[in-house]
């Protein structure tokens, strides 16, 4: 609950204008039904009466009539804006909450960032803020809108009616309302939230049994893995079957609140008519005014069925949201430290890291330098470091012990701002993003020029690719779909090149390609970057020999 | 809408179709008729107060009665409820469970398969829209035929210029919700496209988290992002202005149709407008017809409202259409774990043939024999993976035999078979849960599994995870490098002890140390004396092996 109160108070921050229209046009549409079946059931009567009495003709048939007609086309109209207004408050709610979430994931640790790339977490986390949709349109909104139409409908009802018929409608509508809903709320709390990890579980099995398919059967494992799918199944079934008979108890518990407190209201009047303390006319009012409240637990029902689900979506999100940040001070404050003309564009010195999580070292003591205008290429098996080196050398983890420098200076006194202009990293999976060539390239420098991007496609080989497929405003799709693997790896390796670093880090970055092409585009790196100090990790040998030297890192003490 | 997903639709219903689902409308429907007597008790017990001399019913008893129908009409909307939400349920449980049965029973090699996220989305998402389809919009287009006819049947004998009021305005409404059918389905599709784009750009972003930061443009990015949604959020405002007037003229009319019933019953009763009736209305019945008004618009109103649920109804069932009429070649058995087949495991491939998106792939006539090493080389595309699923029994082949172990390879021998195979995929997936999970279905014994982690080279790589074989790796392998997973892979064929090796491609993307040794692990369980079968291109990976066969794939 804590959590979803802190998610609520973030929608309020951001879109607090959106939802107070939203509630606002609400409560009039709410209160709009109230009144036109409260003020027909009053004209109706008052028409009778006054037609058995001869007054037909003195009685001011046209305000009441108006009004009828007035609040029919104004509560359409309100009904209009309201769905309008409800919708986008909710779209702007939407957006608002993940822009906040894009913030904060931007800023986690290395090691986070890569444990969120798996494609089931990242479906997680867009189901969870899918779920927090409702919070504003089936919670918040509707409970603020129905608090201020009882509220005003109470006053309205103890003006024209009869004080003891308002508090009847009033209290016996909300006391029923509420303990309803709350009912609910608790109720489907445990269902709703089965439901939900019914669901996931059901997806995940699902994907693994489909795309594990042959490993699974030729273990002779794919059927259990389908029971387990169907087990996922059942449970799902059962729990939604748990979570609409709370709705449907709680719909009945209202809709017998409505008619109870109709009928009450009907009764007191008629009392209260009997004994000529108000009229027929106004006991008409308030009982048809009370009929129409019950209009407002409409959208709440649902909101409460899935308040479990809300809850855990809201506590996952939160923590997320709310974590402290652990990325020091924004970089502008610090200034960057002067680079040593002298020393070295790169220098690691007695570099160790043990592997994450255990205390066996990956790399021991390493040392190395690197110097502008030279390339190094980095060998060794699968498993013995490449990687950490790279992201070591680029200051995305930290050392467990010995220094990294860059231009002479430790990389920890780098503003995160003047180290990204300095040093890129073309990473083992780097990600495209859907848009087009141009805009892909315009990531890494927003002043880029077509001139520039032509060139530096050039010098990774991509000319031809990119003209065939219509140039620079060609557009990629999802995850830069429309290039081979191999055509979407070279374009990443061109954005790292035009953020014109003066040391390029590079994991293997001719992977798939033939070896013509993965020697042109080596050569095109260097004619693009003459002075730059490149580090390859590498295992081909096209790659080695383009170096000028190697960086064993299997040999105990890798130095140069 | 095609005439496929009407079909699939129509199929969809027949098999959730029960008596209790059918009925439940029905009850909808007379809860909705329970209005007319409660109406009729609460306008004699107003007409009484105002007349006493005539009152037919007294205070009391019109209240008790309004209530003990107003409960009874909760109950009846209770009892239906759960009828069509069970009903709803069941249904749905029903479509998914055929759903995974067919889509786990496809050759898990064909290329039309579609991917597997996207039959995840459909079974457990999209699927469900079709809940609000059964539970709202059929029972209310139930509603929407019956119950305005009571009503007008109601009003008849009262007056005929309600009834008049009624069926002019009545008819109208479905004419608009044609009108309004339109615009909300093109509405609803454009905004579900909506608001799975900003999911899909968010997704991205996320994916992307890395790169950004390494190109120091978070705050653009950010900026993007925003500036994204406010651009989708315009264009699905401008979408739903046009969606919600054409429901607003709905509700007009509707509303219109009240008022002009208020107003008529009105003037009639001040004497002011003295025709319209059979001989004048009173009180009573003024205030009966004015509480059937709204009751007369409310079924018509309510199955607009519920008019999208078709919408969305039909979307689904035009994939799933799609979806079934795509299915193609299927597994041959279960994938069950079952005894293994007898006797000496030769393989035989006699005239086989599959045709694939089209293209026919012929395999030459082959035996292998127990414990021999082999190496299917040749282009990309030729079929070496084919011919691996095809010996696995993963496929079943359009033309020619395939005998293993002295038997037909068909649907009764498959899971037999495969009971003694390994298999090395060439894309490793590691199944959700930990490392053990995918290593093993059951409980190994430590030494075992110590001895095929060692055969497979990756004792040093469990070693090096940090909870070991607890630790949980990303589906494709986050956490290892490539050539770890590979190792890990073949640590799990090795526990399995197979007599016939399958392995796909297995030092393709390796650097040479690690293809060496993935090497020697395969020739290391051949010496154990299981038989190898390998589709490669790497030179020095087939040289290792015992007989060399090039496919041709000649047609």
Same mark, same amino acid.
């Given at each position: 609950m804590r959590a979803l109160r802190a998610i609520l108070r973030r929608m309020w921050r951001a879109e607090r204008a959106a939802l107070l229209r939203g509630v606002a046009l609400s409560a009039v549409v709410l209160m709009a039904g109230v009144a036109l079946l409260g003020l027909s059931g009053w004209f109706i009567t008052a028409a009778g009466l006054a037609g058995m009495l001869g007054l037909g003709l003195v009685f001011d048939v046209f305000r009441p009539s108006a009004g009828v007609r007035m609040l029919a086309l104004g509560r359409t109209a309100a009904r209009y804006g309201e769905r309008l207004i409800t919708h986008d408050a909710v779209l702007r709610v939407l957006a608002s909450l993940r822009v906040a979430l894009l913030e904060r994931l931007q800023r986690l640790p290395y090691g986070q960032m890569l444990r969120l790339r798996g494609a089931q977490t990242l479906n997680r986390l867009t189901a969870d803020v899918d779920a927090l949709d409702?919070?504003? +349109?089936? +919670?918040a909104m509707p409970l603020a809108a129905g608090a201020v139409t009882l509220a005003i409908s109470g006053a309205m009802l103890a003006w024209l009616v009869a004080p003891a018929v308002a508090l009847w409608s009033v209290a016996s509508f909300t006391l029923g309302a509420a303990a309803a809903l709350i009912w609910a709320g608790r109720r489907a709390l445990a269902p709703s939230r089965r439901a939900e990890l019914a669901q996931q579980a059901f997806r995940m099995r699902l994907i693994d049994a489909l795309r594990a398919a042959s490993d699974l059967a030729v273990q002779g494992r794919l059927h259990m893995q389908r029971m387990a799918v169907l087990e996922a199944e059942a449970r799902l079934h059962s729990a939604r079957d748990q979570v609409n008979r709370v709705e449907r108890r709680a719909g009945f518990a209202l809709s017998v609140t409505v008619t109870l407190a109709a009928a009450g209201a009907l009764w007191l009047g008629s009392g209260l008519a009997q004994a000529g303390q108000i009229s027929v006319a106004a006991l008409a009012l308030g009982f048809f005014a009370t009929l129409a409240l019950g209009e407002i637990t409409g959208p709440l029902r649902r909101g409460m069925a899935d308040l479990g689900r809300m809850m855990d979506a809201a506590r996952r999100v939160e923590r997320l949201l709310a974590a402290p940040d652990p990325a020091p001070a924004p970089a502008a404050a610090v200034a960057a430290p002067r680079p040593d003309p002298t020393a070295p564009a790169l220098a690691f010195a007695g570099v160790s890291l043990a592997a994450p999580g255990s205390s066996r070292p990956v790399l021991d003591a390493l040392s190395f330098d690197l110097a502008a205008g030279e390339c190094v290429a980095m060998t060794g098996r699968s498993g013995s470091g490449k990687s950490l080196v790279l992201a070591l050398a680029a200051g995305l983890i930290a050392p467990d012990a010995g220094r990294v420098l860059l231009a002479g200076q430790p990389l920890a006194d780098w503003p995160e701002a003047d180290l990204r202009a300095r040093l890129a990293l073309l990473p083992q999976r780097a990600a495209l993003m859907r848009g087009t060539v141009f805009e892909a390239l315009a990531l890494a420098r927003p002043d880029l020029t077509e001139a520039e991007a032509m060139a530096v496609l050039e010098a990774v080989q991509l000319t031809g690719v990119v003209a065939q497929n219509g140039g620079l405003s060609a557009r990629l799709g999802d995850g830069g779909a429309g290039l081979s693997g191999g055509e979407a790896r070279r374009l990443t390796l061109a954005r790292a090149i035009l953020r014109r670093p003066q040391v390029l880090l590079l994991d293997e970055p001719t992977e798939g390609l033939d070896r013509p092409t993965a020697e042109a585009v080596l050569r095109g790196i260097r004619h693009e970057l003459p002075a730059a100090a490149l580090l390859i990790a590498s295992h081909r040998a096209v790659e080695q020999e383009f170096s000028d030297r190697l960086l064993r890192l299997d040999q105990a003490a890798a130095t140069t | 809408m095609t005439e496929t997903s009407k079909g699939w639709l129509a199929g969809f219903y027949a098999a959730a179709r029960t008596a209790r689902l059918e009925s439940a409308g029905w009850i909808t429907a007379a809860a909705s008729l329970l209005w007319l007597p409660q109406a009729a008790l609460v306008a004699a017990v107003i007409a009484g107060l105002l007349d006493p001399a005539s009152a037919q019913v007294g205070p009391l008893a019109g209240t008790a009665g309004f209530a003990a129908l107003g409960l009874v009409r909760a109950g009846l909307e209770v009892l239906a409820a759960r009828w069509l939400m069970e009903g709803a349920e069941a249904a749905l449980s029903l479509a998914r469970r055929d759903l995974v049965a067919a889509e786990t029973a496809r050759a898990p090699k064909d290329p039309s398969r579609p991917a597997a996220a996207a039959v995840a989305a459909l079974a457990s998402e999209k699927l469900a829209l079709l809940g609000p389809w059964l539970i709202r919009l059929r029972p209310a287009m139930l509603r929407a035929r019956v119950v305005p006819l009571a009503i007008l049947a109601a009003a008849l004998p009262l007056s005929w210029v309600v009834v008049l009021i009624f069926v002019v305005s009545g008819p109208l409404i479905p004419v608009f919700m044609a009108l309004v059918g339109m615009a909300a389905k093109e509405a609803s599709a454009r905004q579900l496209a909506e608001v799975g784009t900003l999911n899909t750009l968010l997704l991205e972003r996320l994916q992307a988290l890395v790169d950004i930061r390494l190109l120091a443009a978070s705050s653009r990015v950010v900026e993007g992002f925003r500036a994204a949604a406010e651009d989708l959020r315009a264009r699905t405002m401008a979408v739903l202005r046009l969606a919600f007037l054409s429901s607003a003229v709905l509700e007009l009319f509707s509303a219109i149709g009240v008022a002009m019933v208020a107003v008529y019953v009105g003037f009639h009763l001040l004497g002011a407008l003295g025709w319209g009736s059979w001989g004048g209305l009173s009180v009573g019945e003024g205030i009966f017809l004015i509480l059937l008004a709204p009751a007369f618009f409310e079924p018509l109103r309510d199955m607009a409202a519920a008019w999208h649920d078709k919408a969305a109804a039909e979307a689904v069932a035009e994939e799933m259409a799609a979806l079934e009429a795509g299915r193609g070649a299927l597994m041959l058995g279960a994938g069950a774990a079952v005894a293994p087949l007898p006797g000496a495991p030769e393989i035989a491939l006699r005239g086989v043939a599959v045709q694939i998106a089209g293209r026919w792939l012929r395999l030459p006539d082959l035996t292998v024999a127990p414990g021999e090493a082999l190496a299917l080389t040749g282009p990309s595309g030729v079929g070496k993976s084919t011919a691996l699923a095809l010996i696995a029994g993963l496929q079943a082949p359009d033309q020619g035999e395939i005998r293993v172990a002295g038997q037909p390879l068909g649907p009764d021998t498959a899971d037999a078979w495969r009971a003694r195979l390994g298999w090395l995929p060439q894309v490793p997936h590691f199944l959700a849960g930990s490392l053990r999970t995918t290593l093993s279905a059951g409980p190994v014994a430590p030494a075992a599994m110590a001895a095929a982690l060692r055969l497979a080279r990756a004792d040093g790589v469990v070693a090096r995870l940090p909870r070991g074989l607890l630790a949980r790796l990303g589906e494709t392998g986050a956490g290892v490098s490539g050539g770890e997973a590979r190792r890990l892979m073949l640590a799990r064929v090795a526990l399995a002890a197979p007599q016939v090796v399958l392995a796909d491609e297995p030092t393709a993307d390796l650097d040479e140390e690690t293809a060496t040794e993935v090497t020697e692990a395969l020739l290391a369980l051949a010496a154990g004396g299981a038989t190898l079968i390998v589709a490669t291109h790497d030179a020095r990976l087939a040289a290792r092996m015992g007989r060399v066969v090039a496919l041709e794939g000649a047609v």
């Open positions: 409702g919070v504003a +349109l089936r +919670l | -």
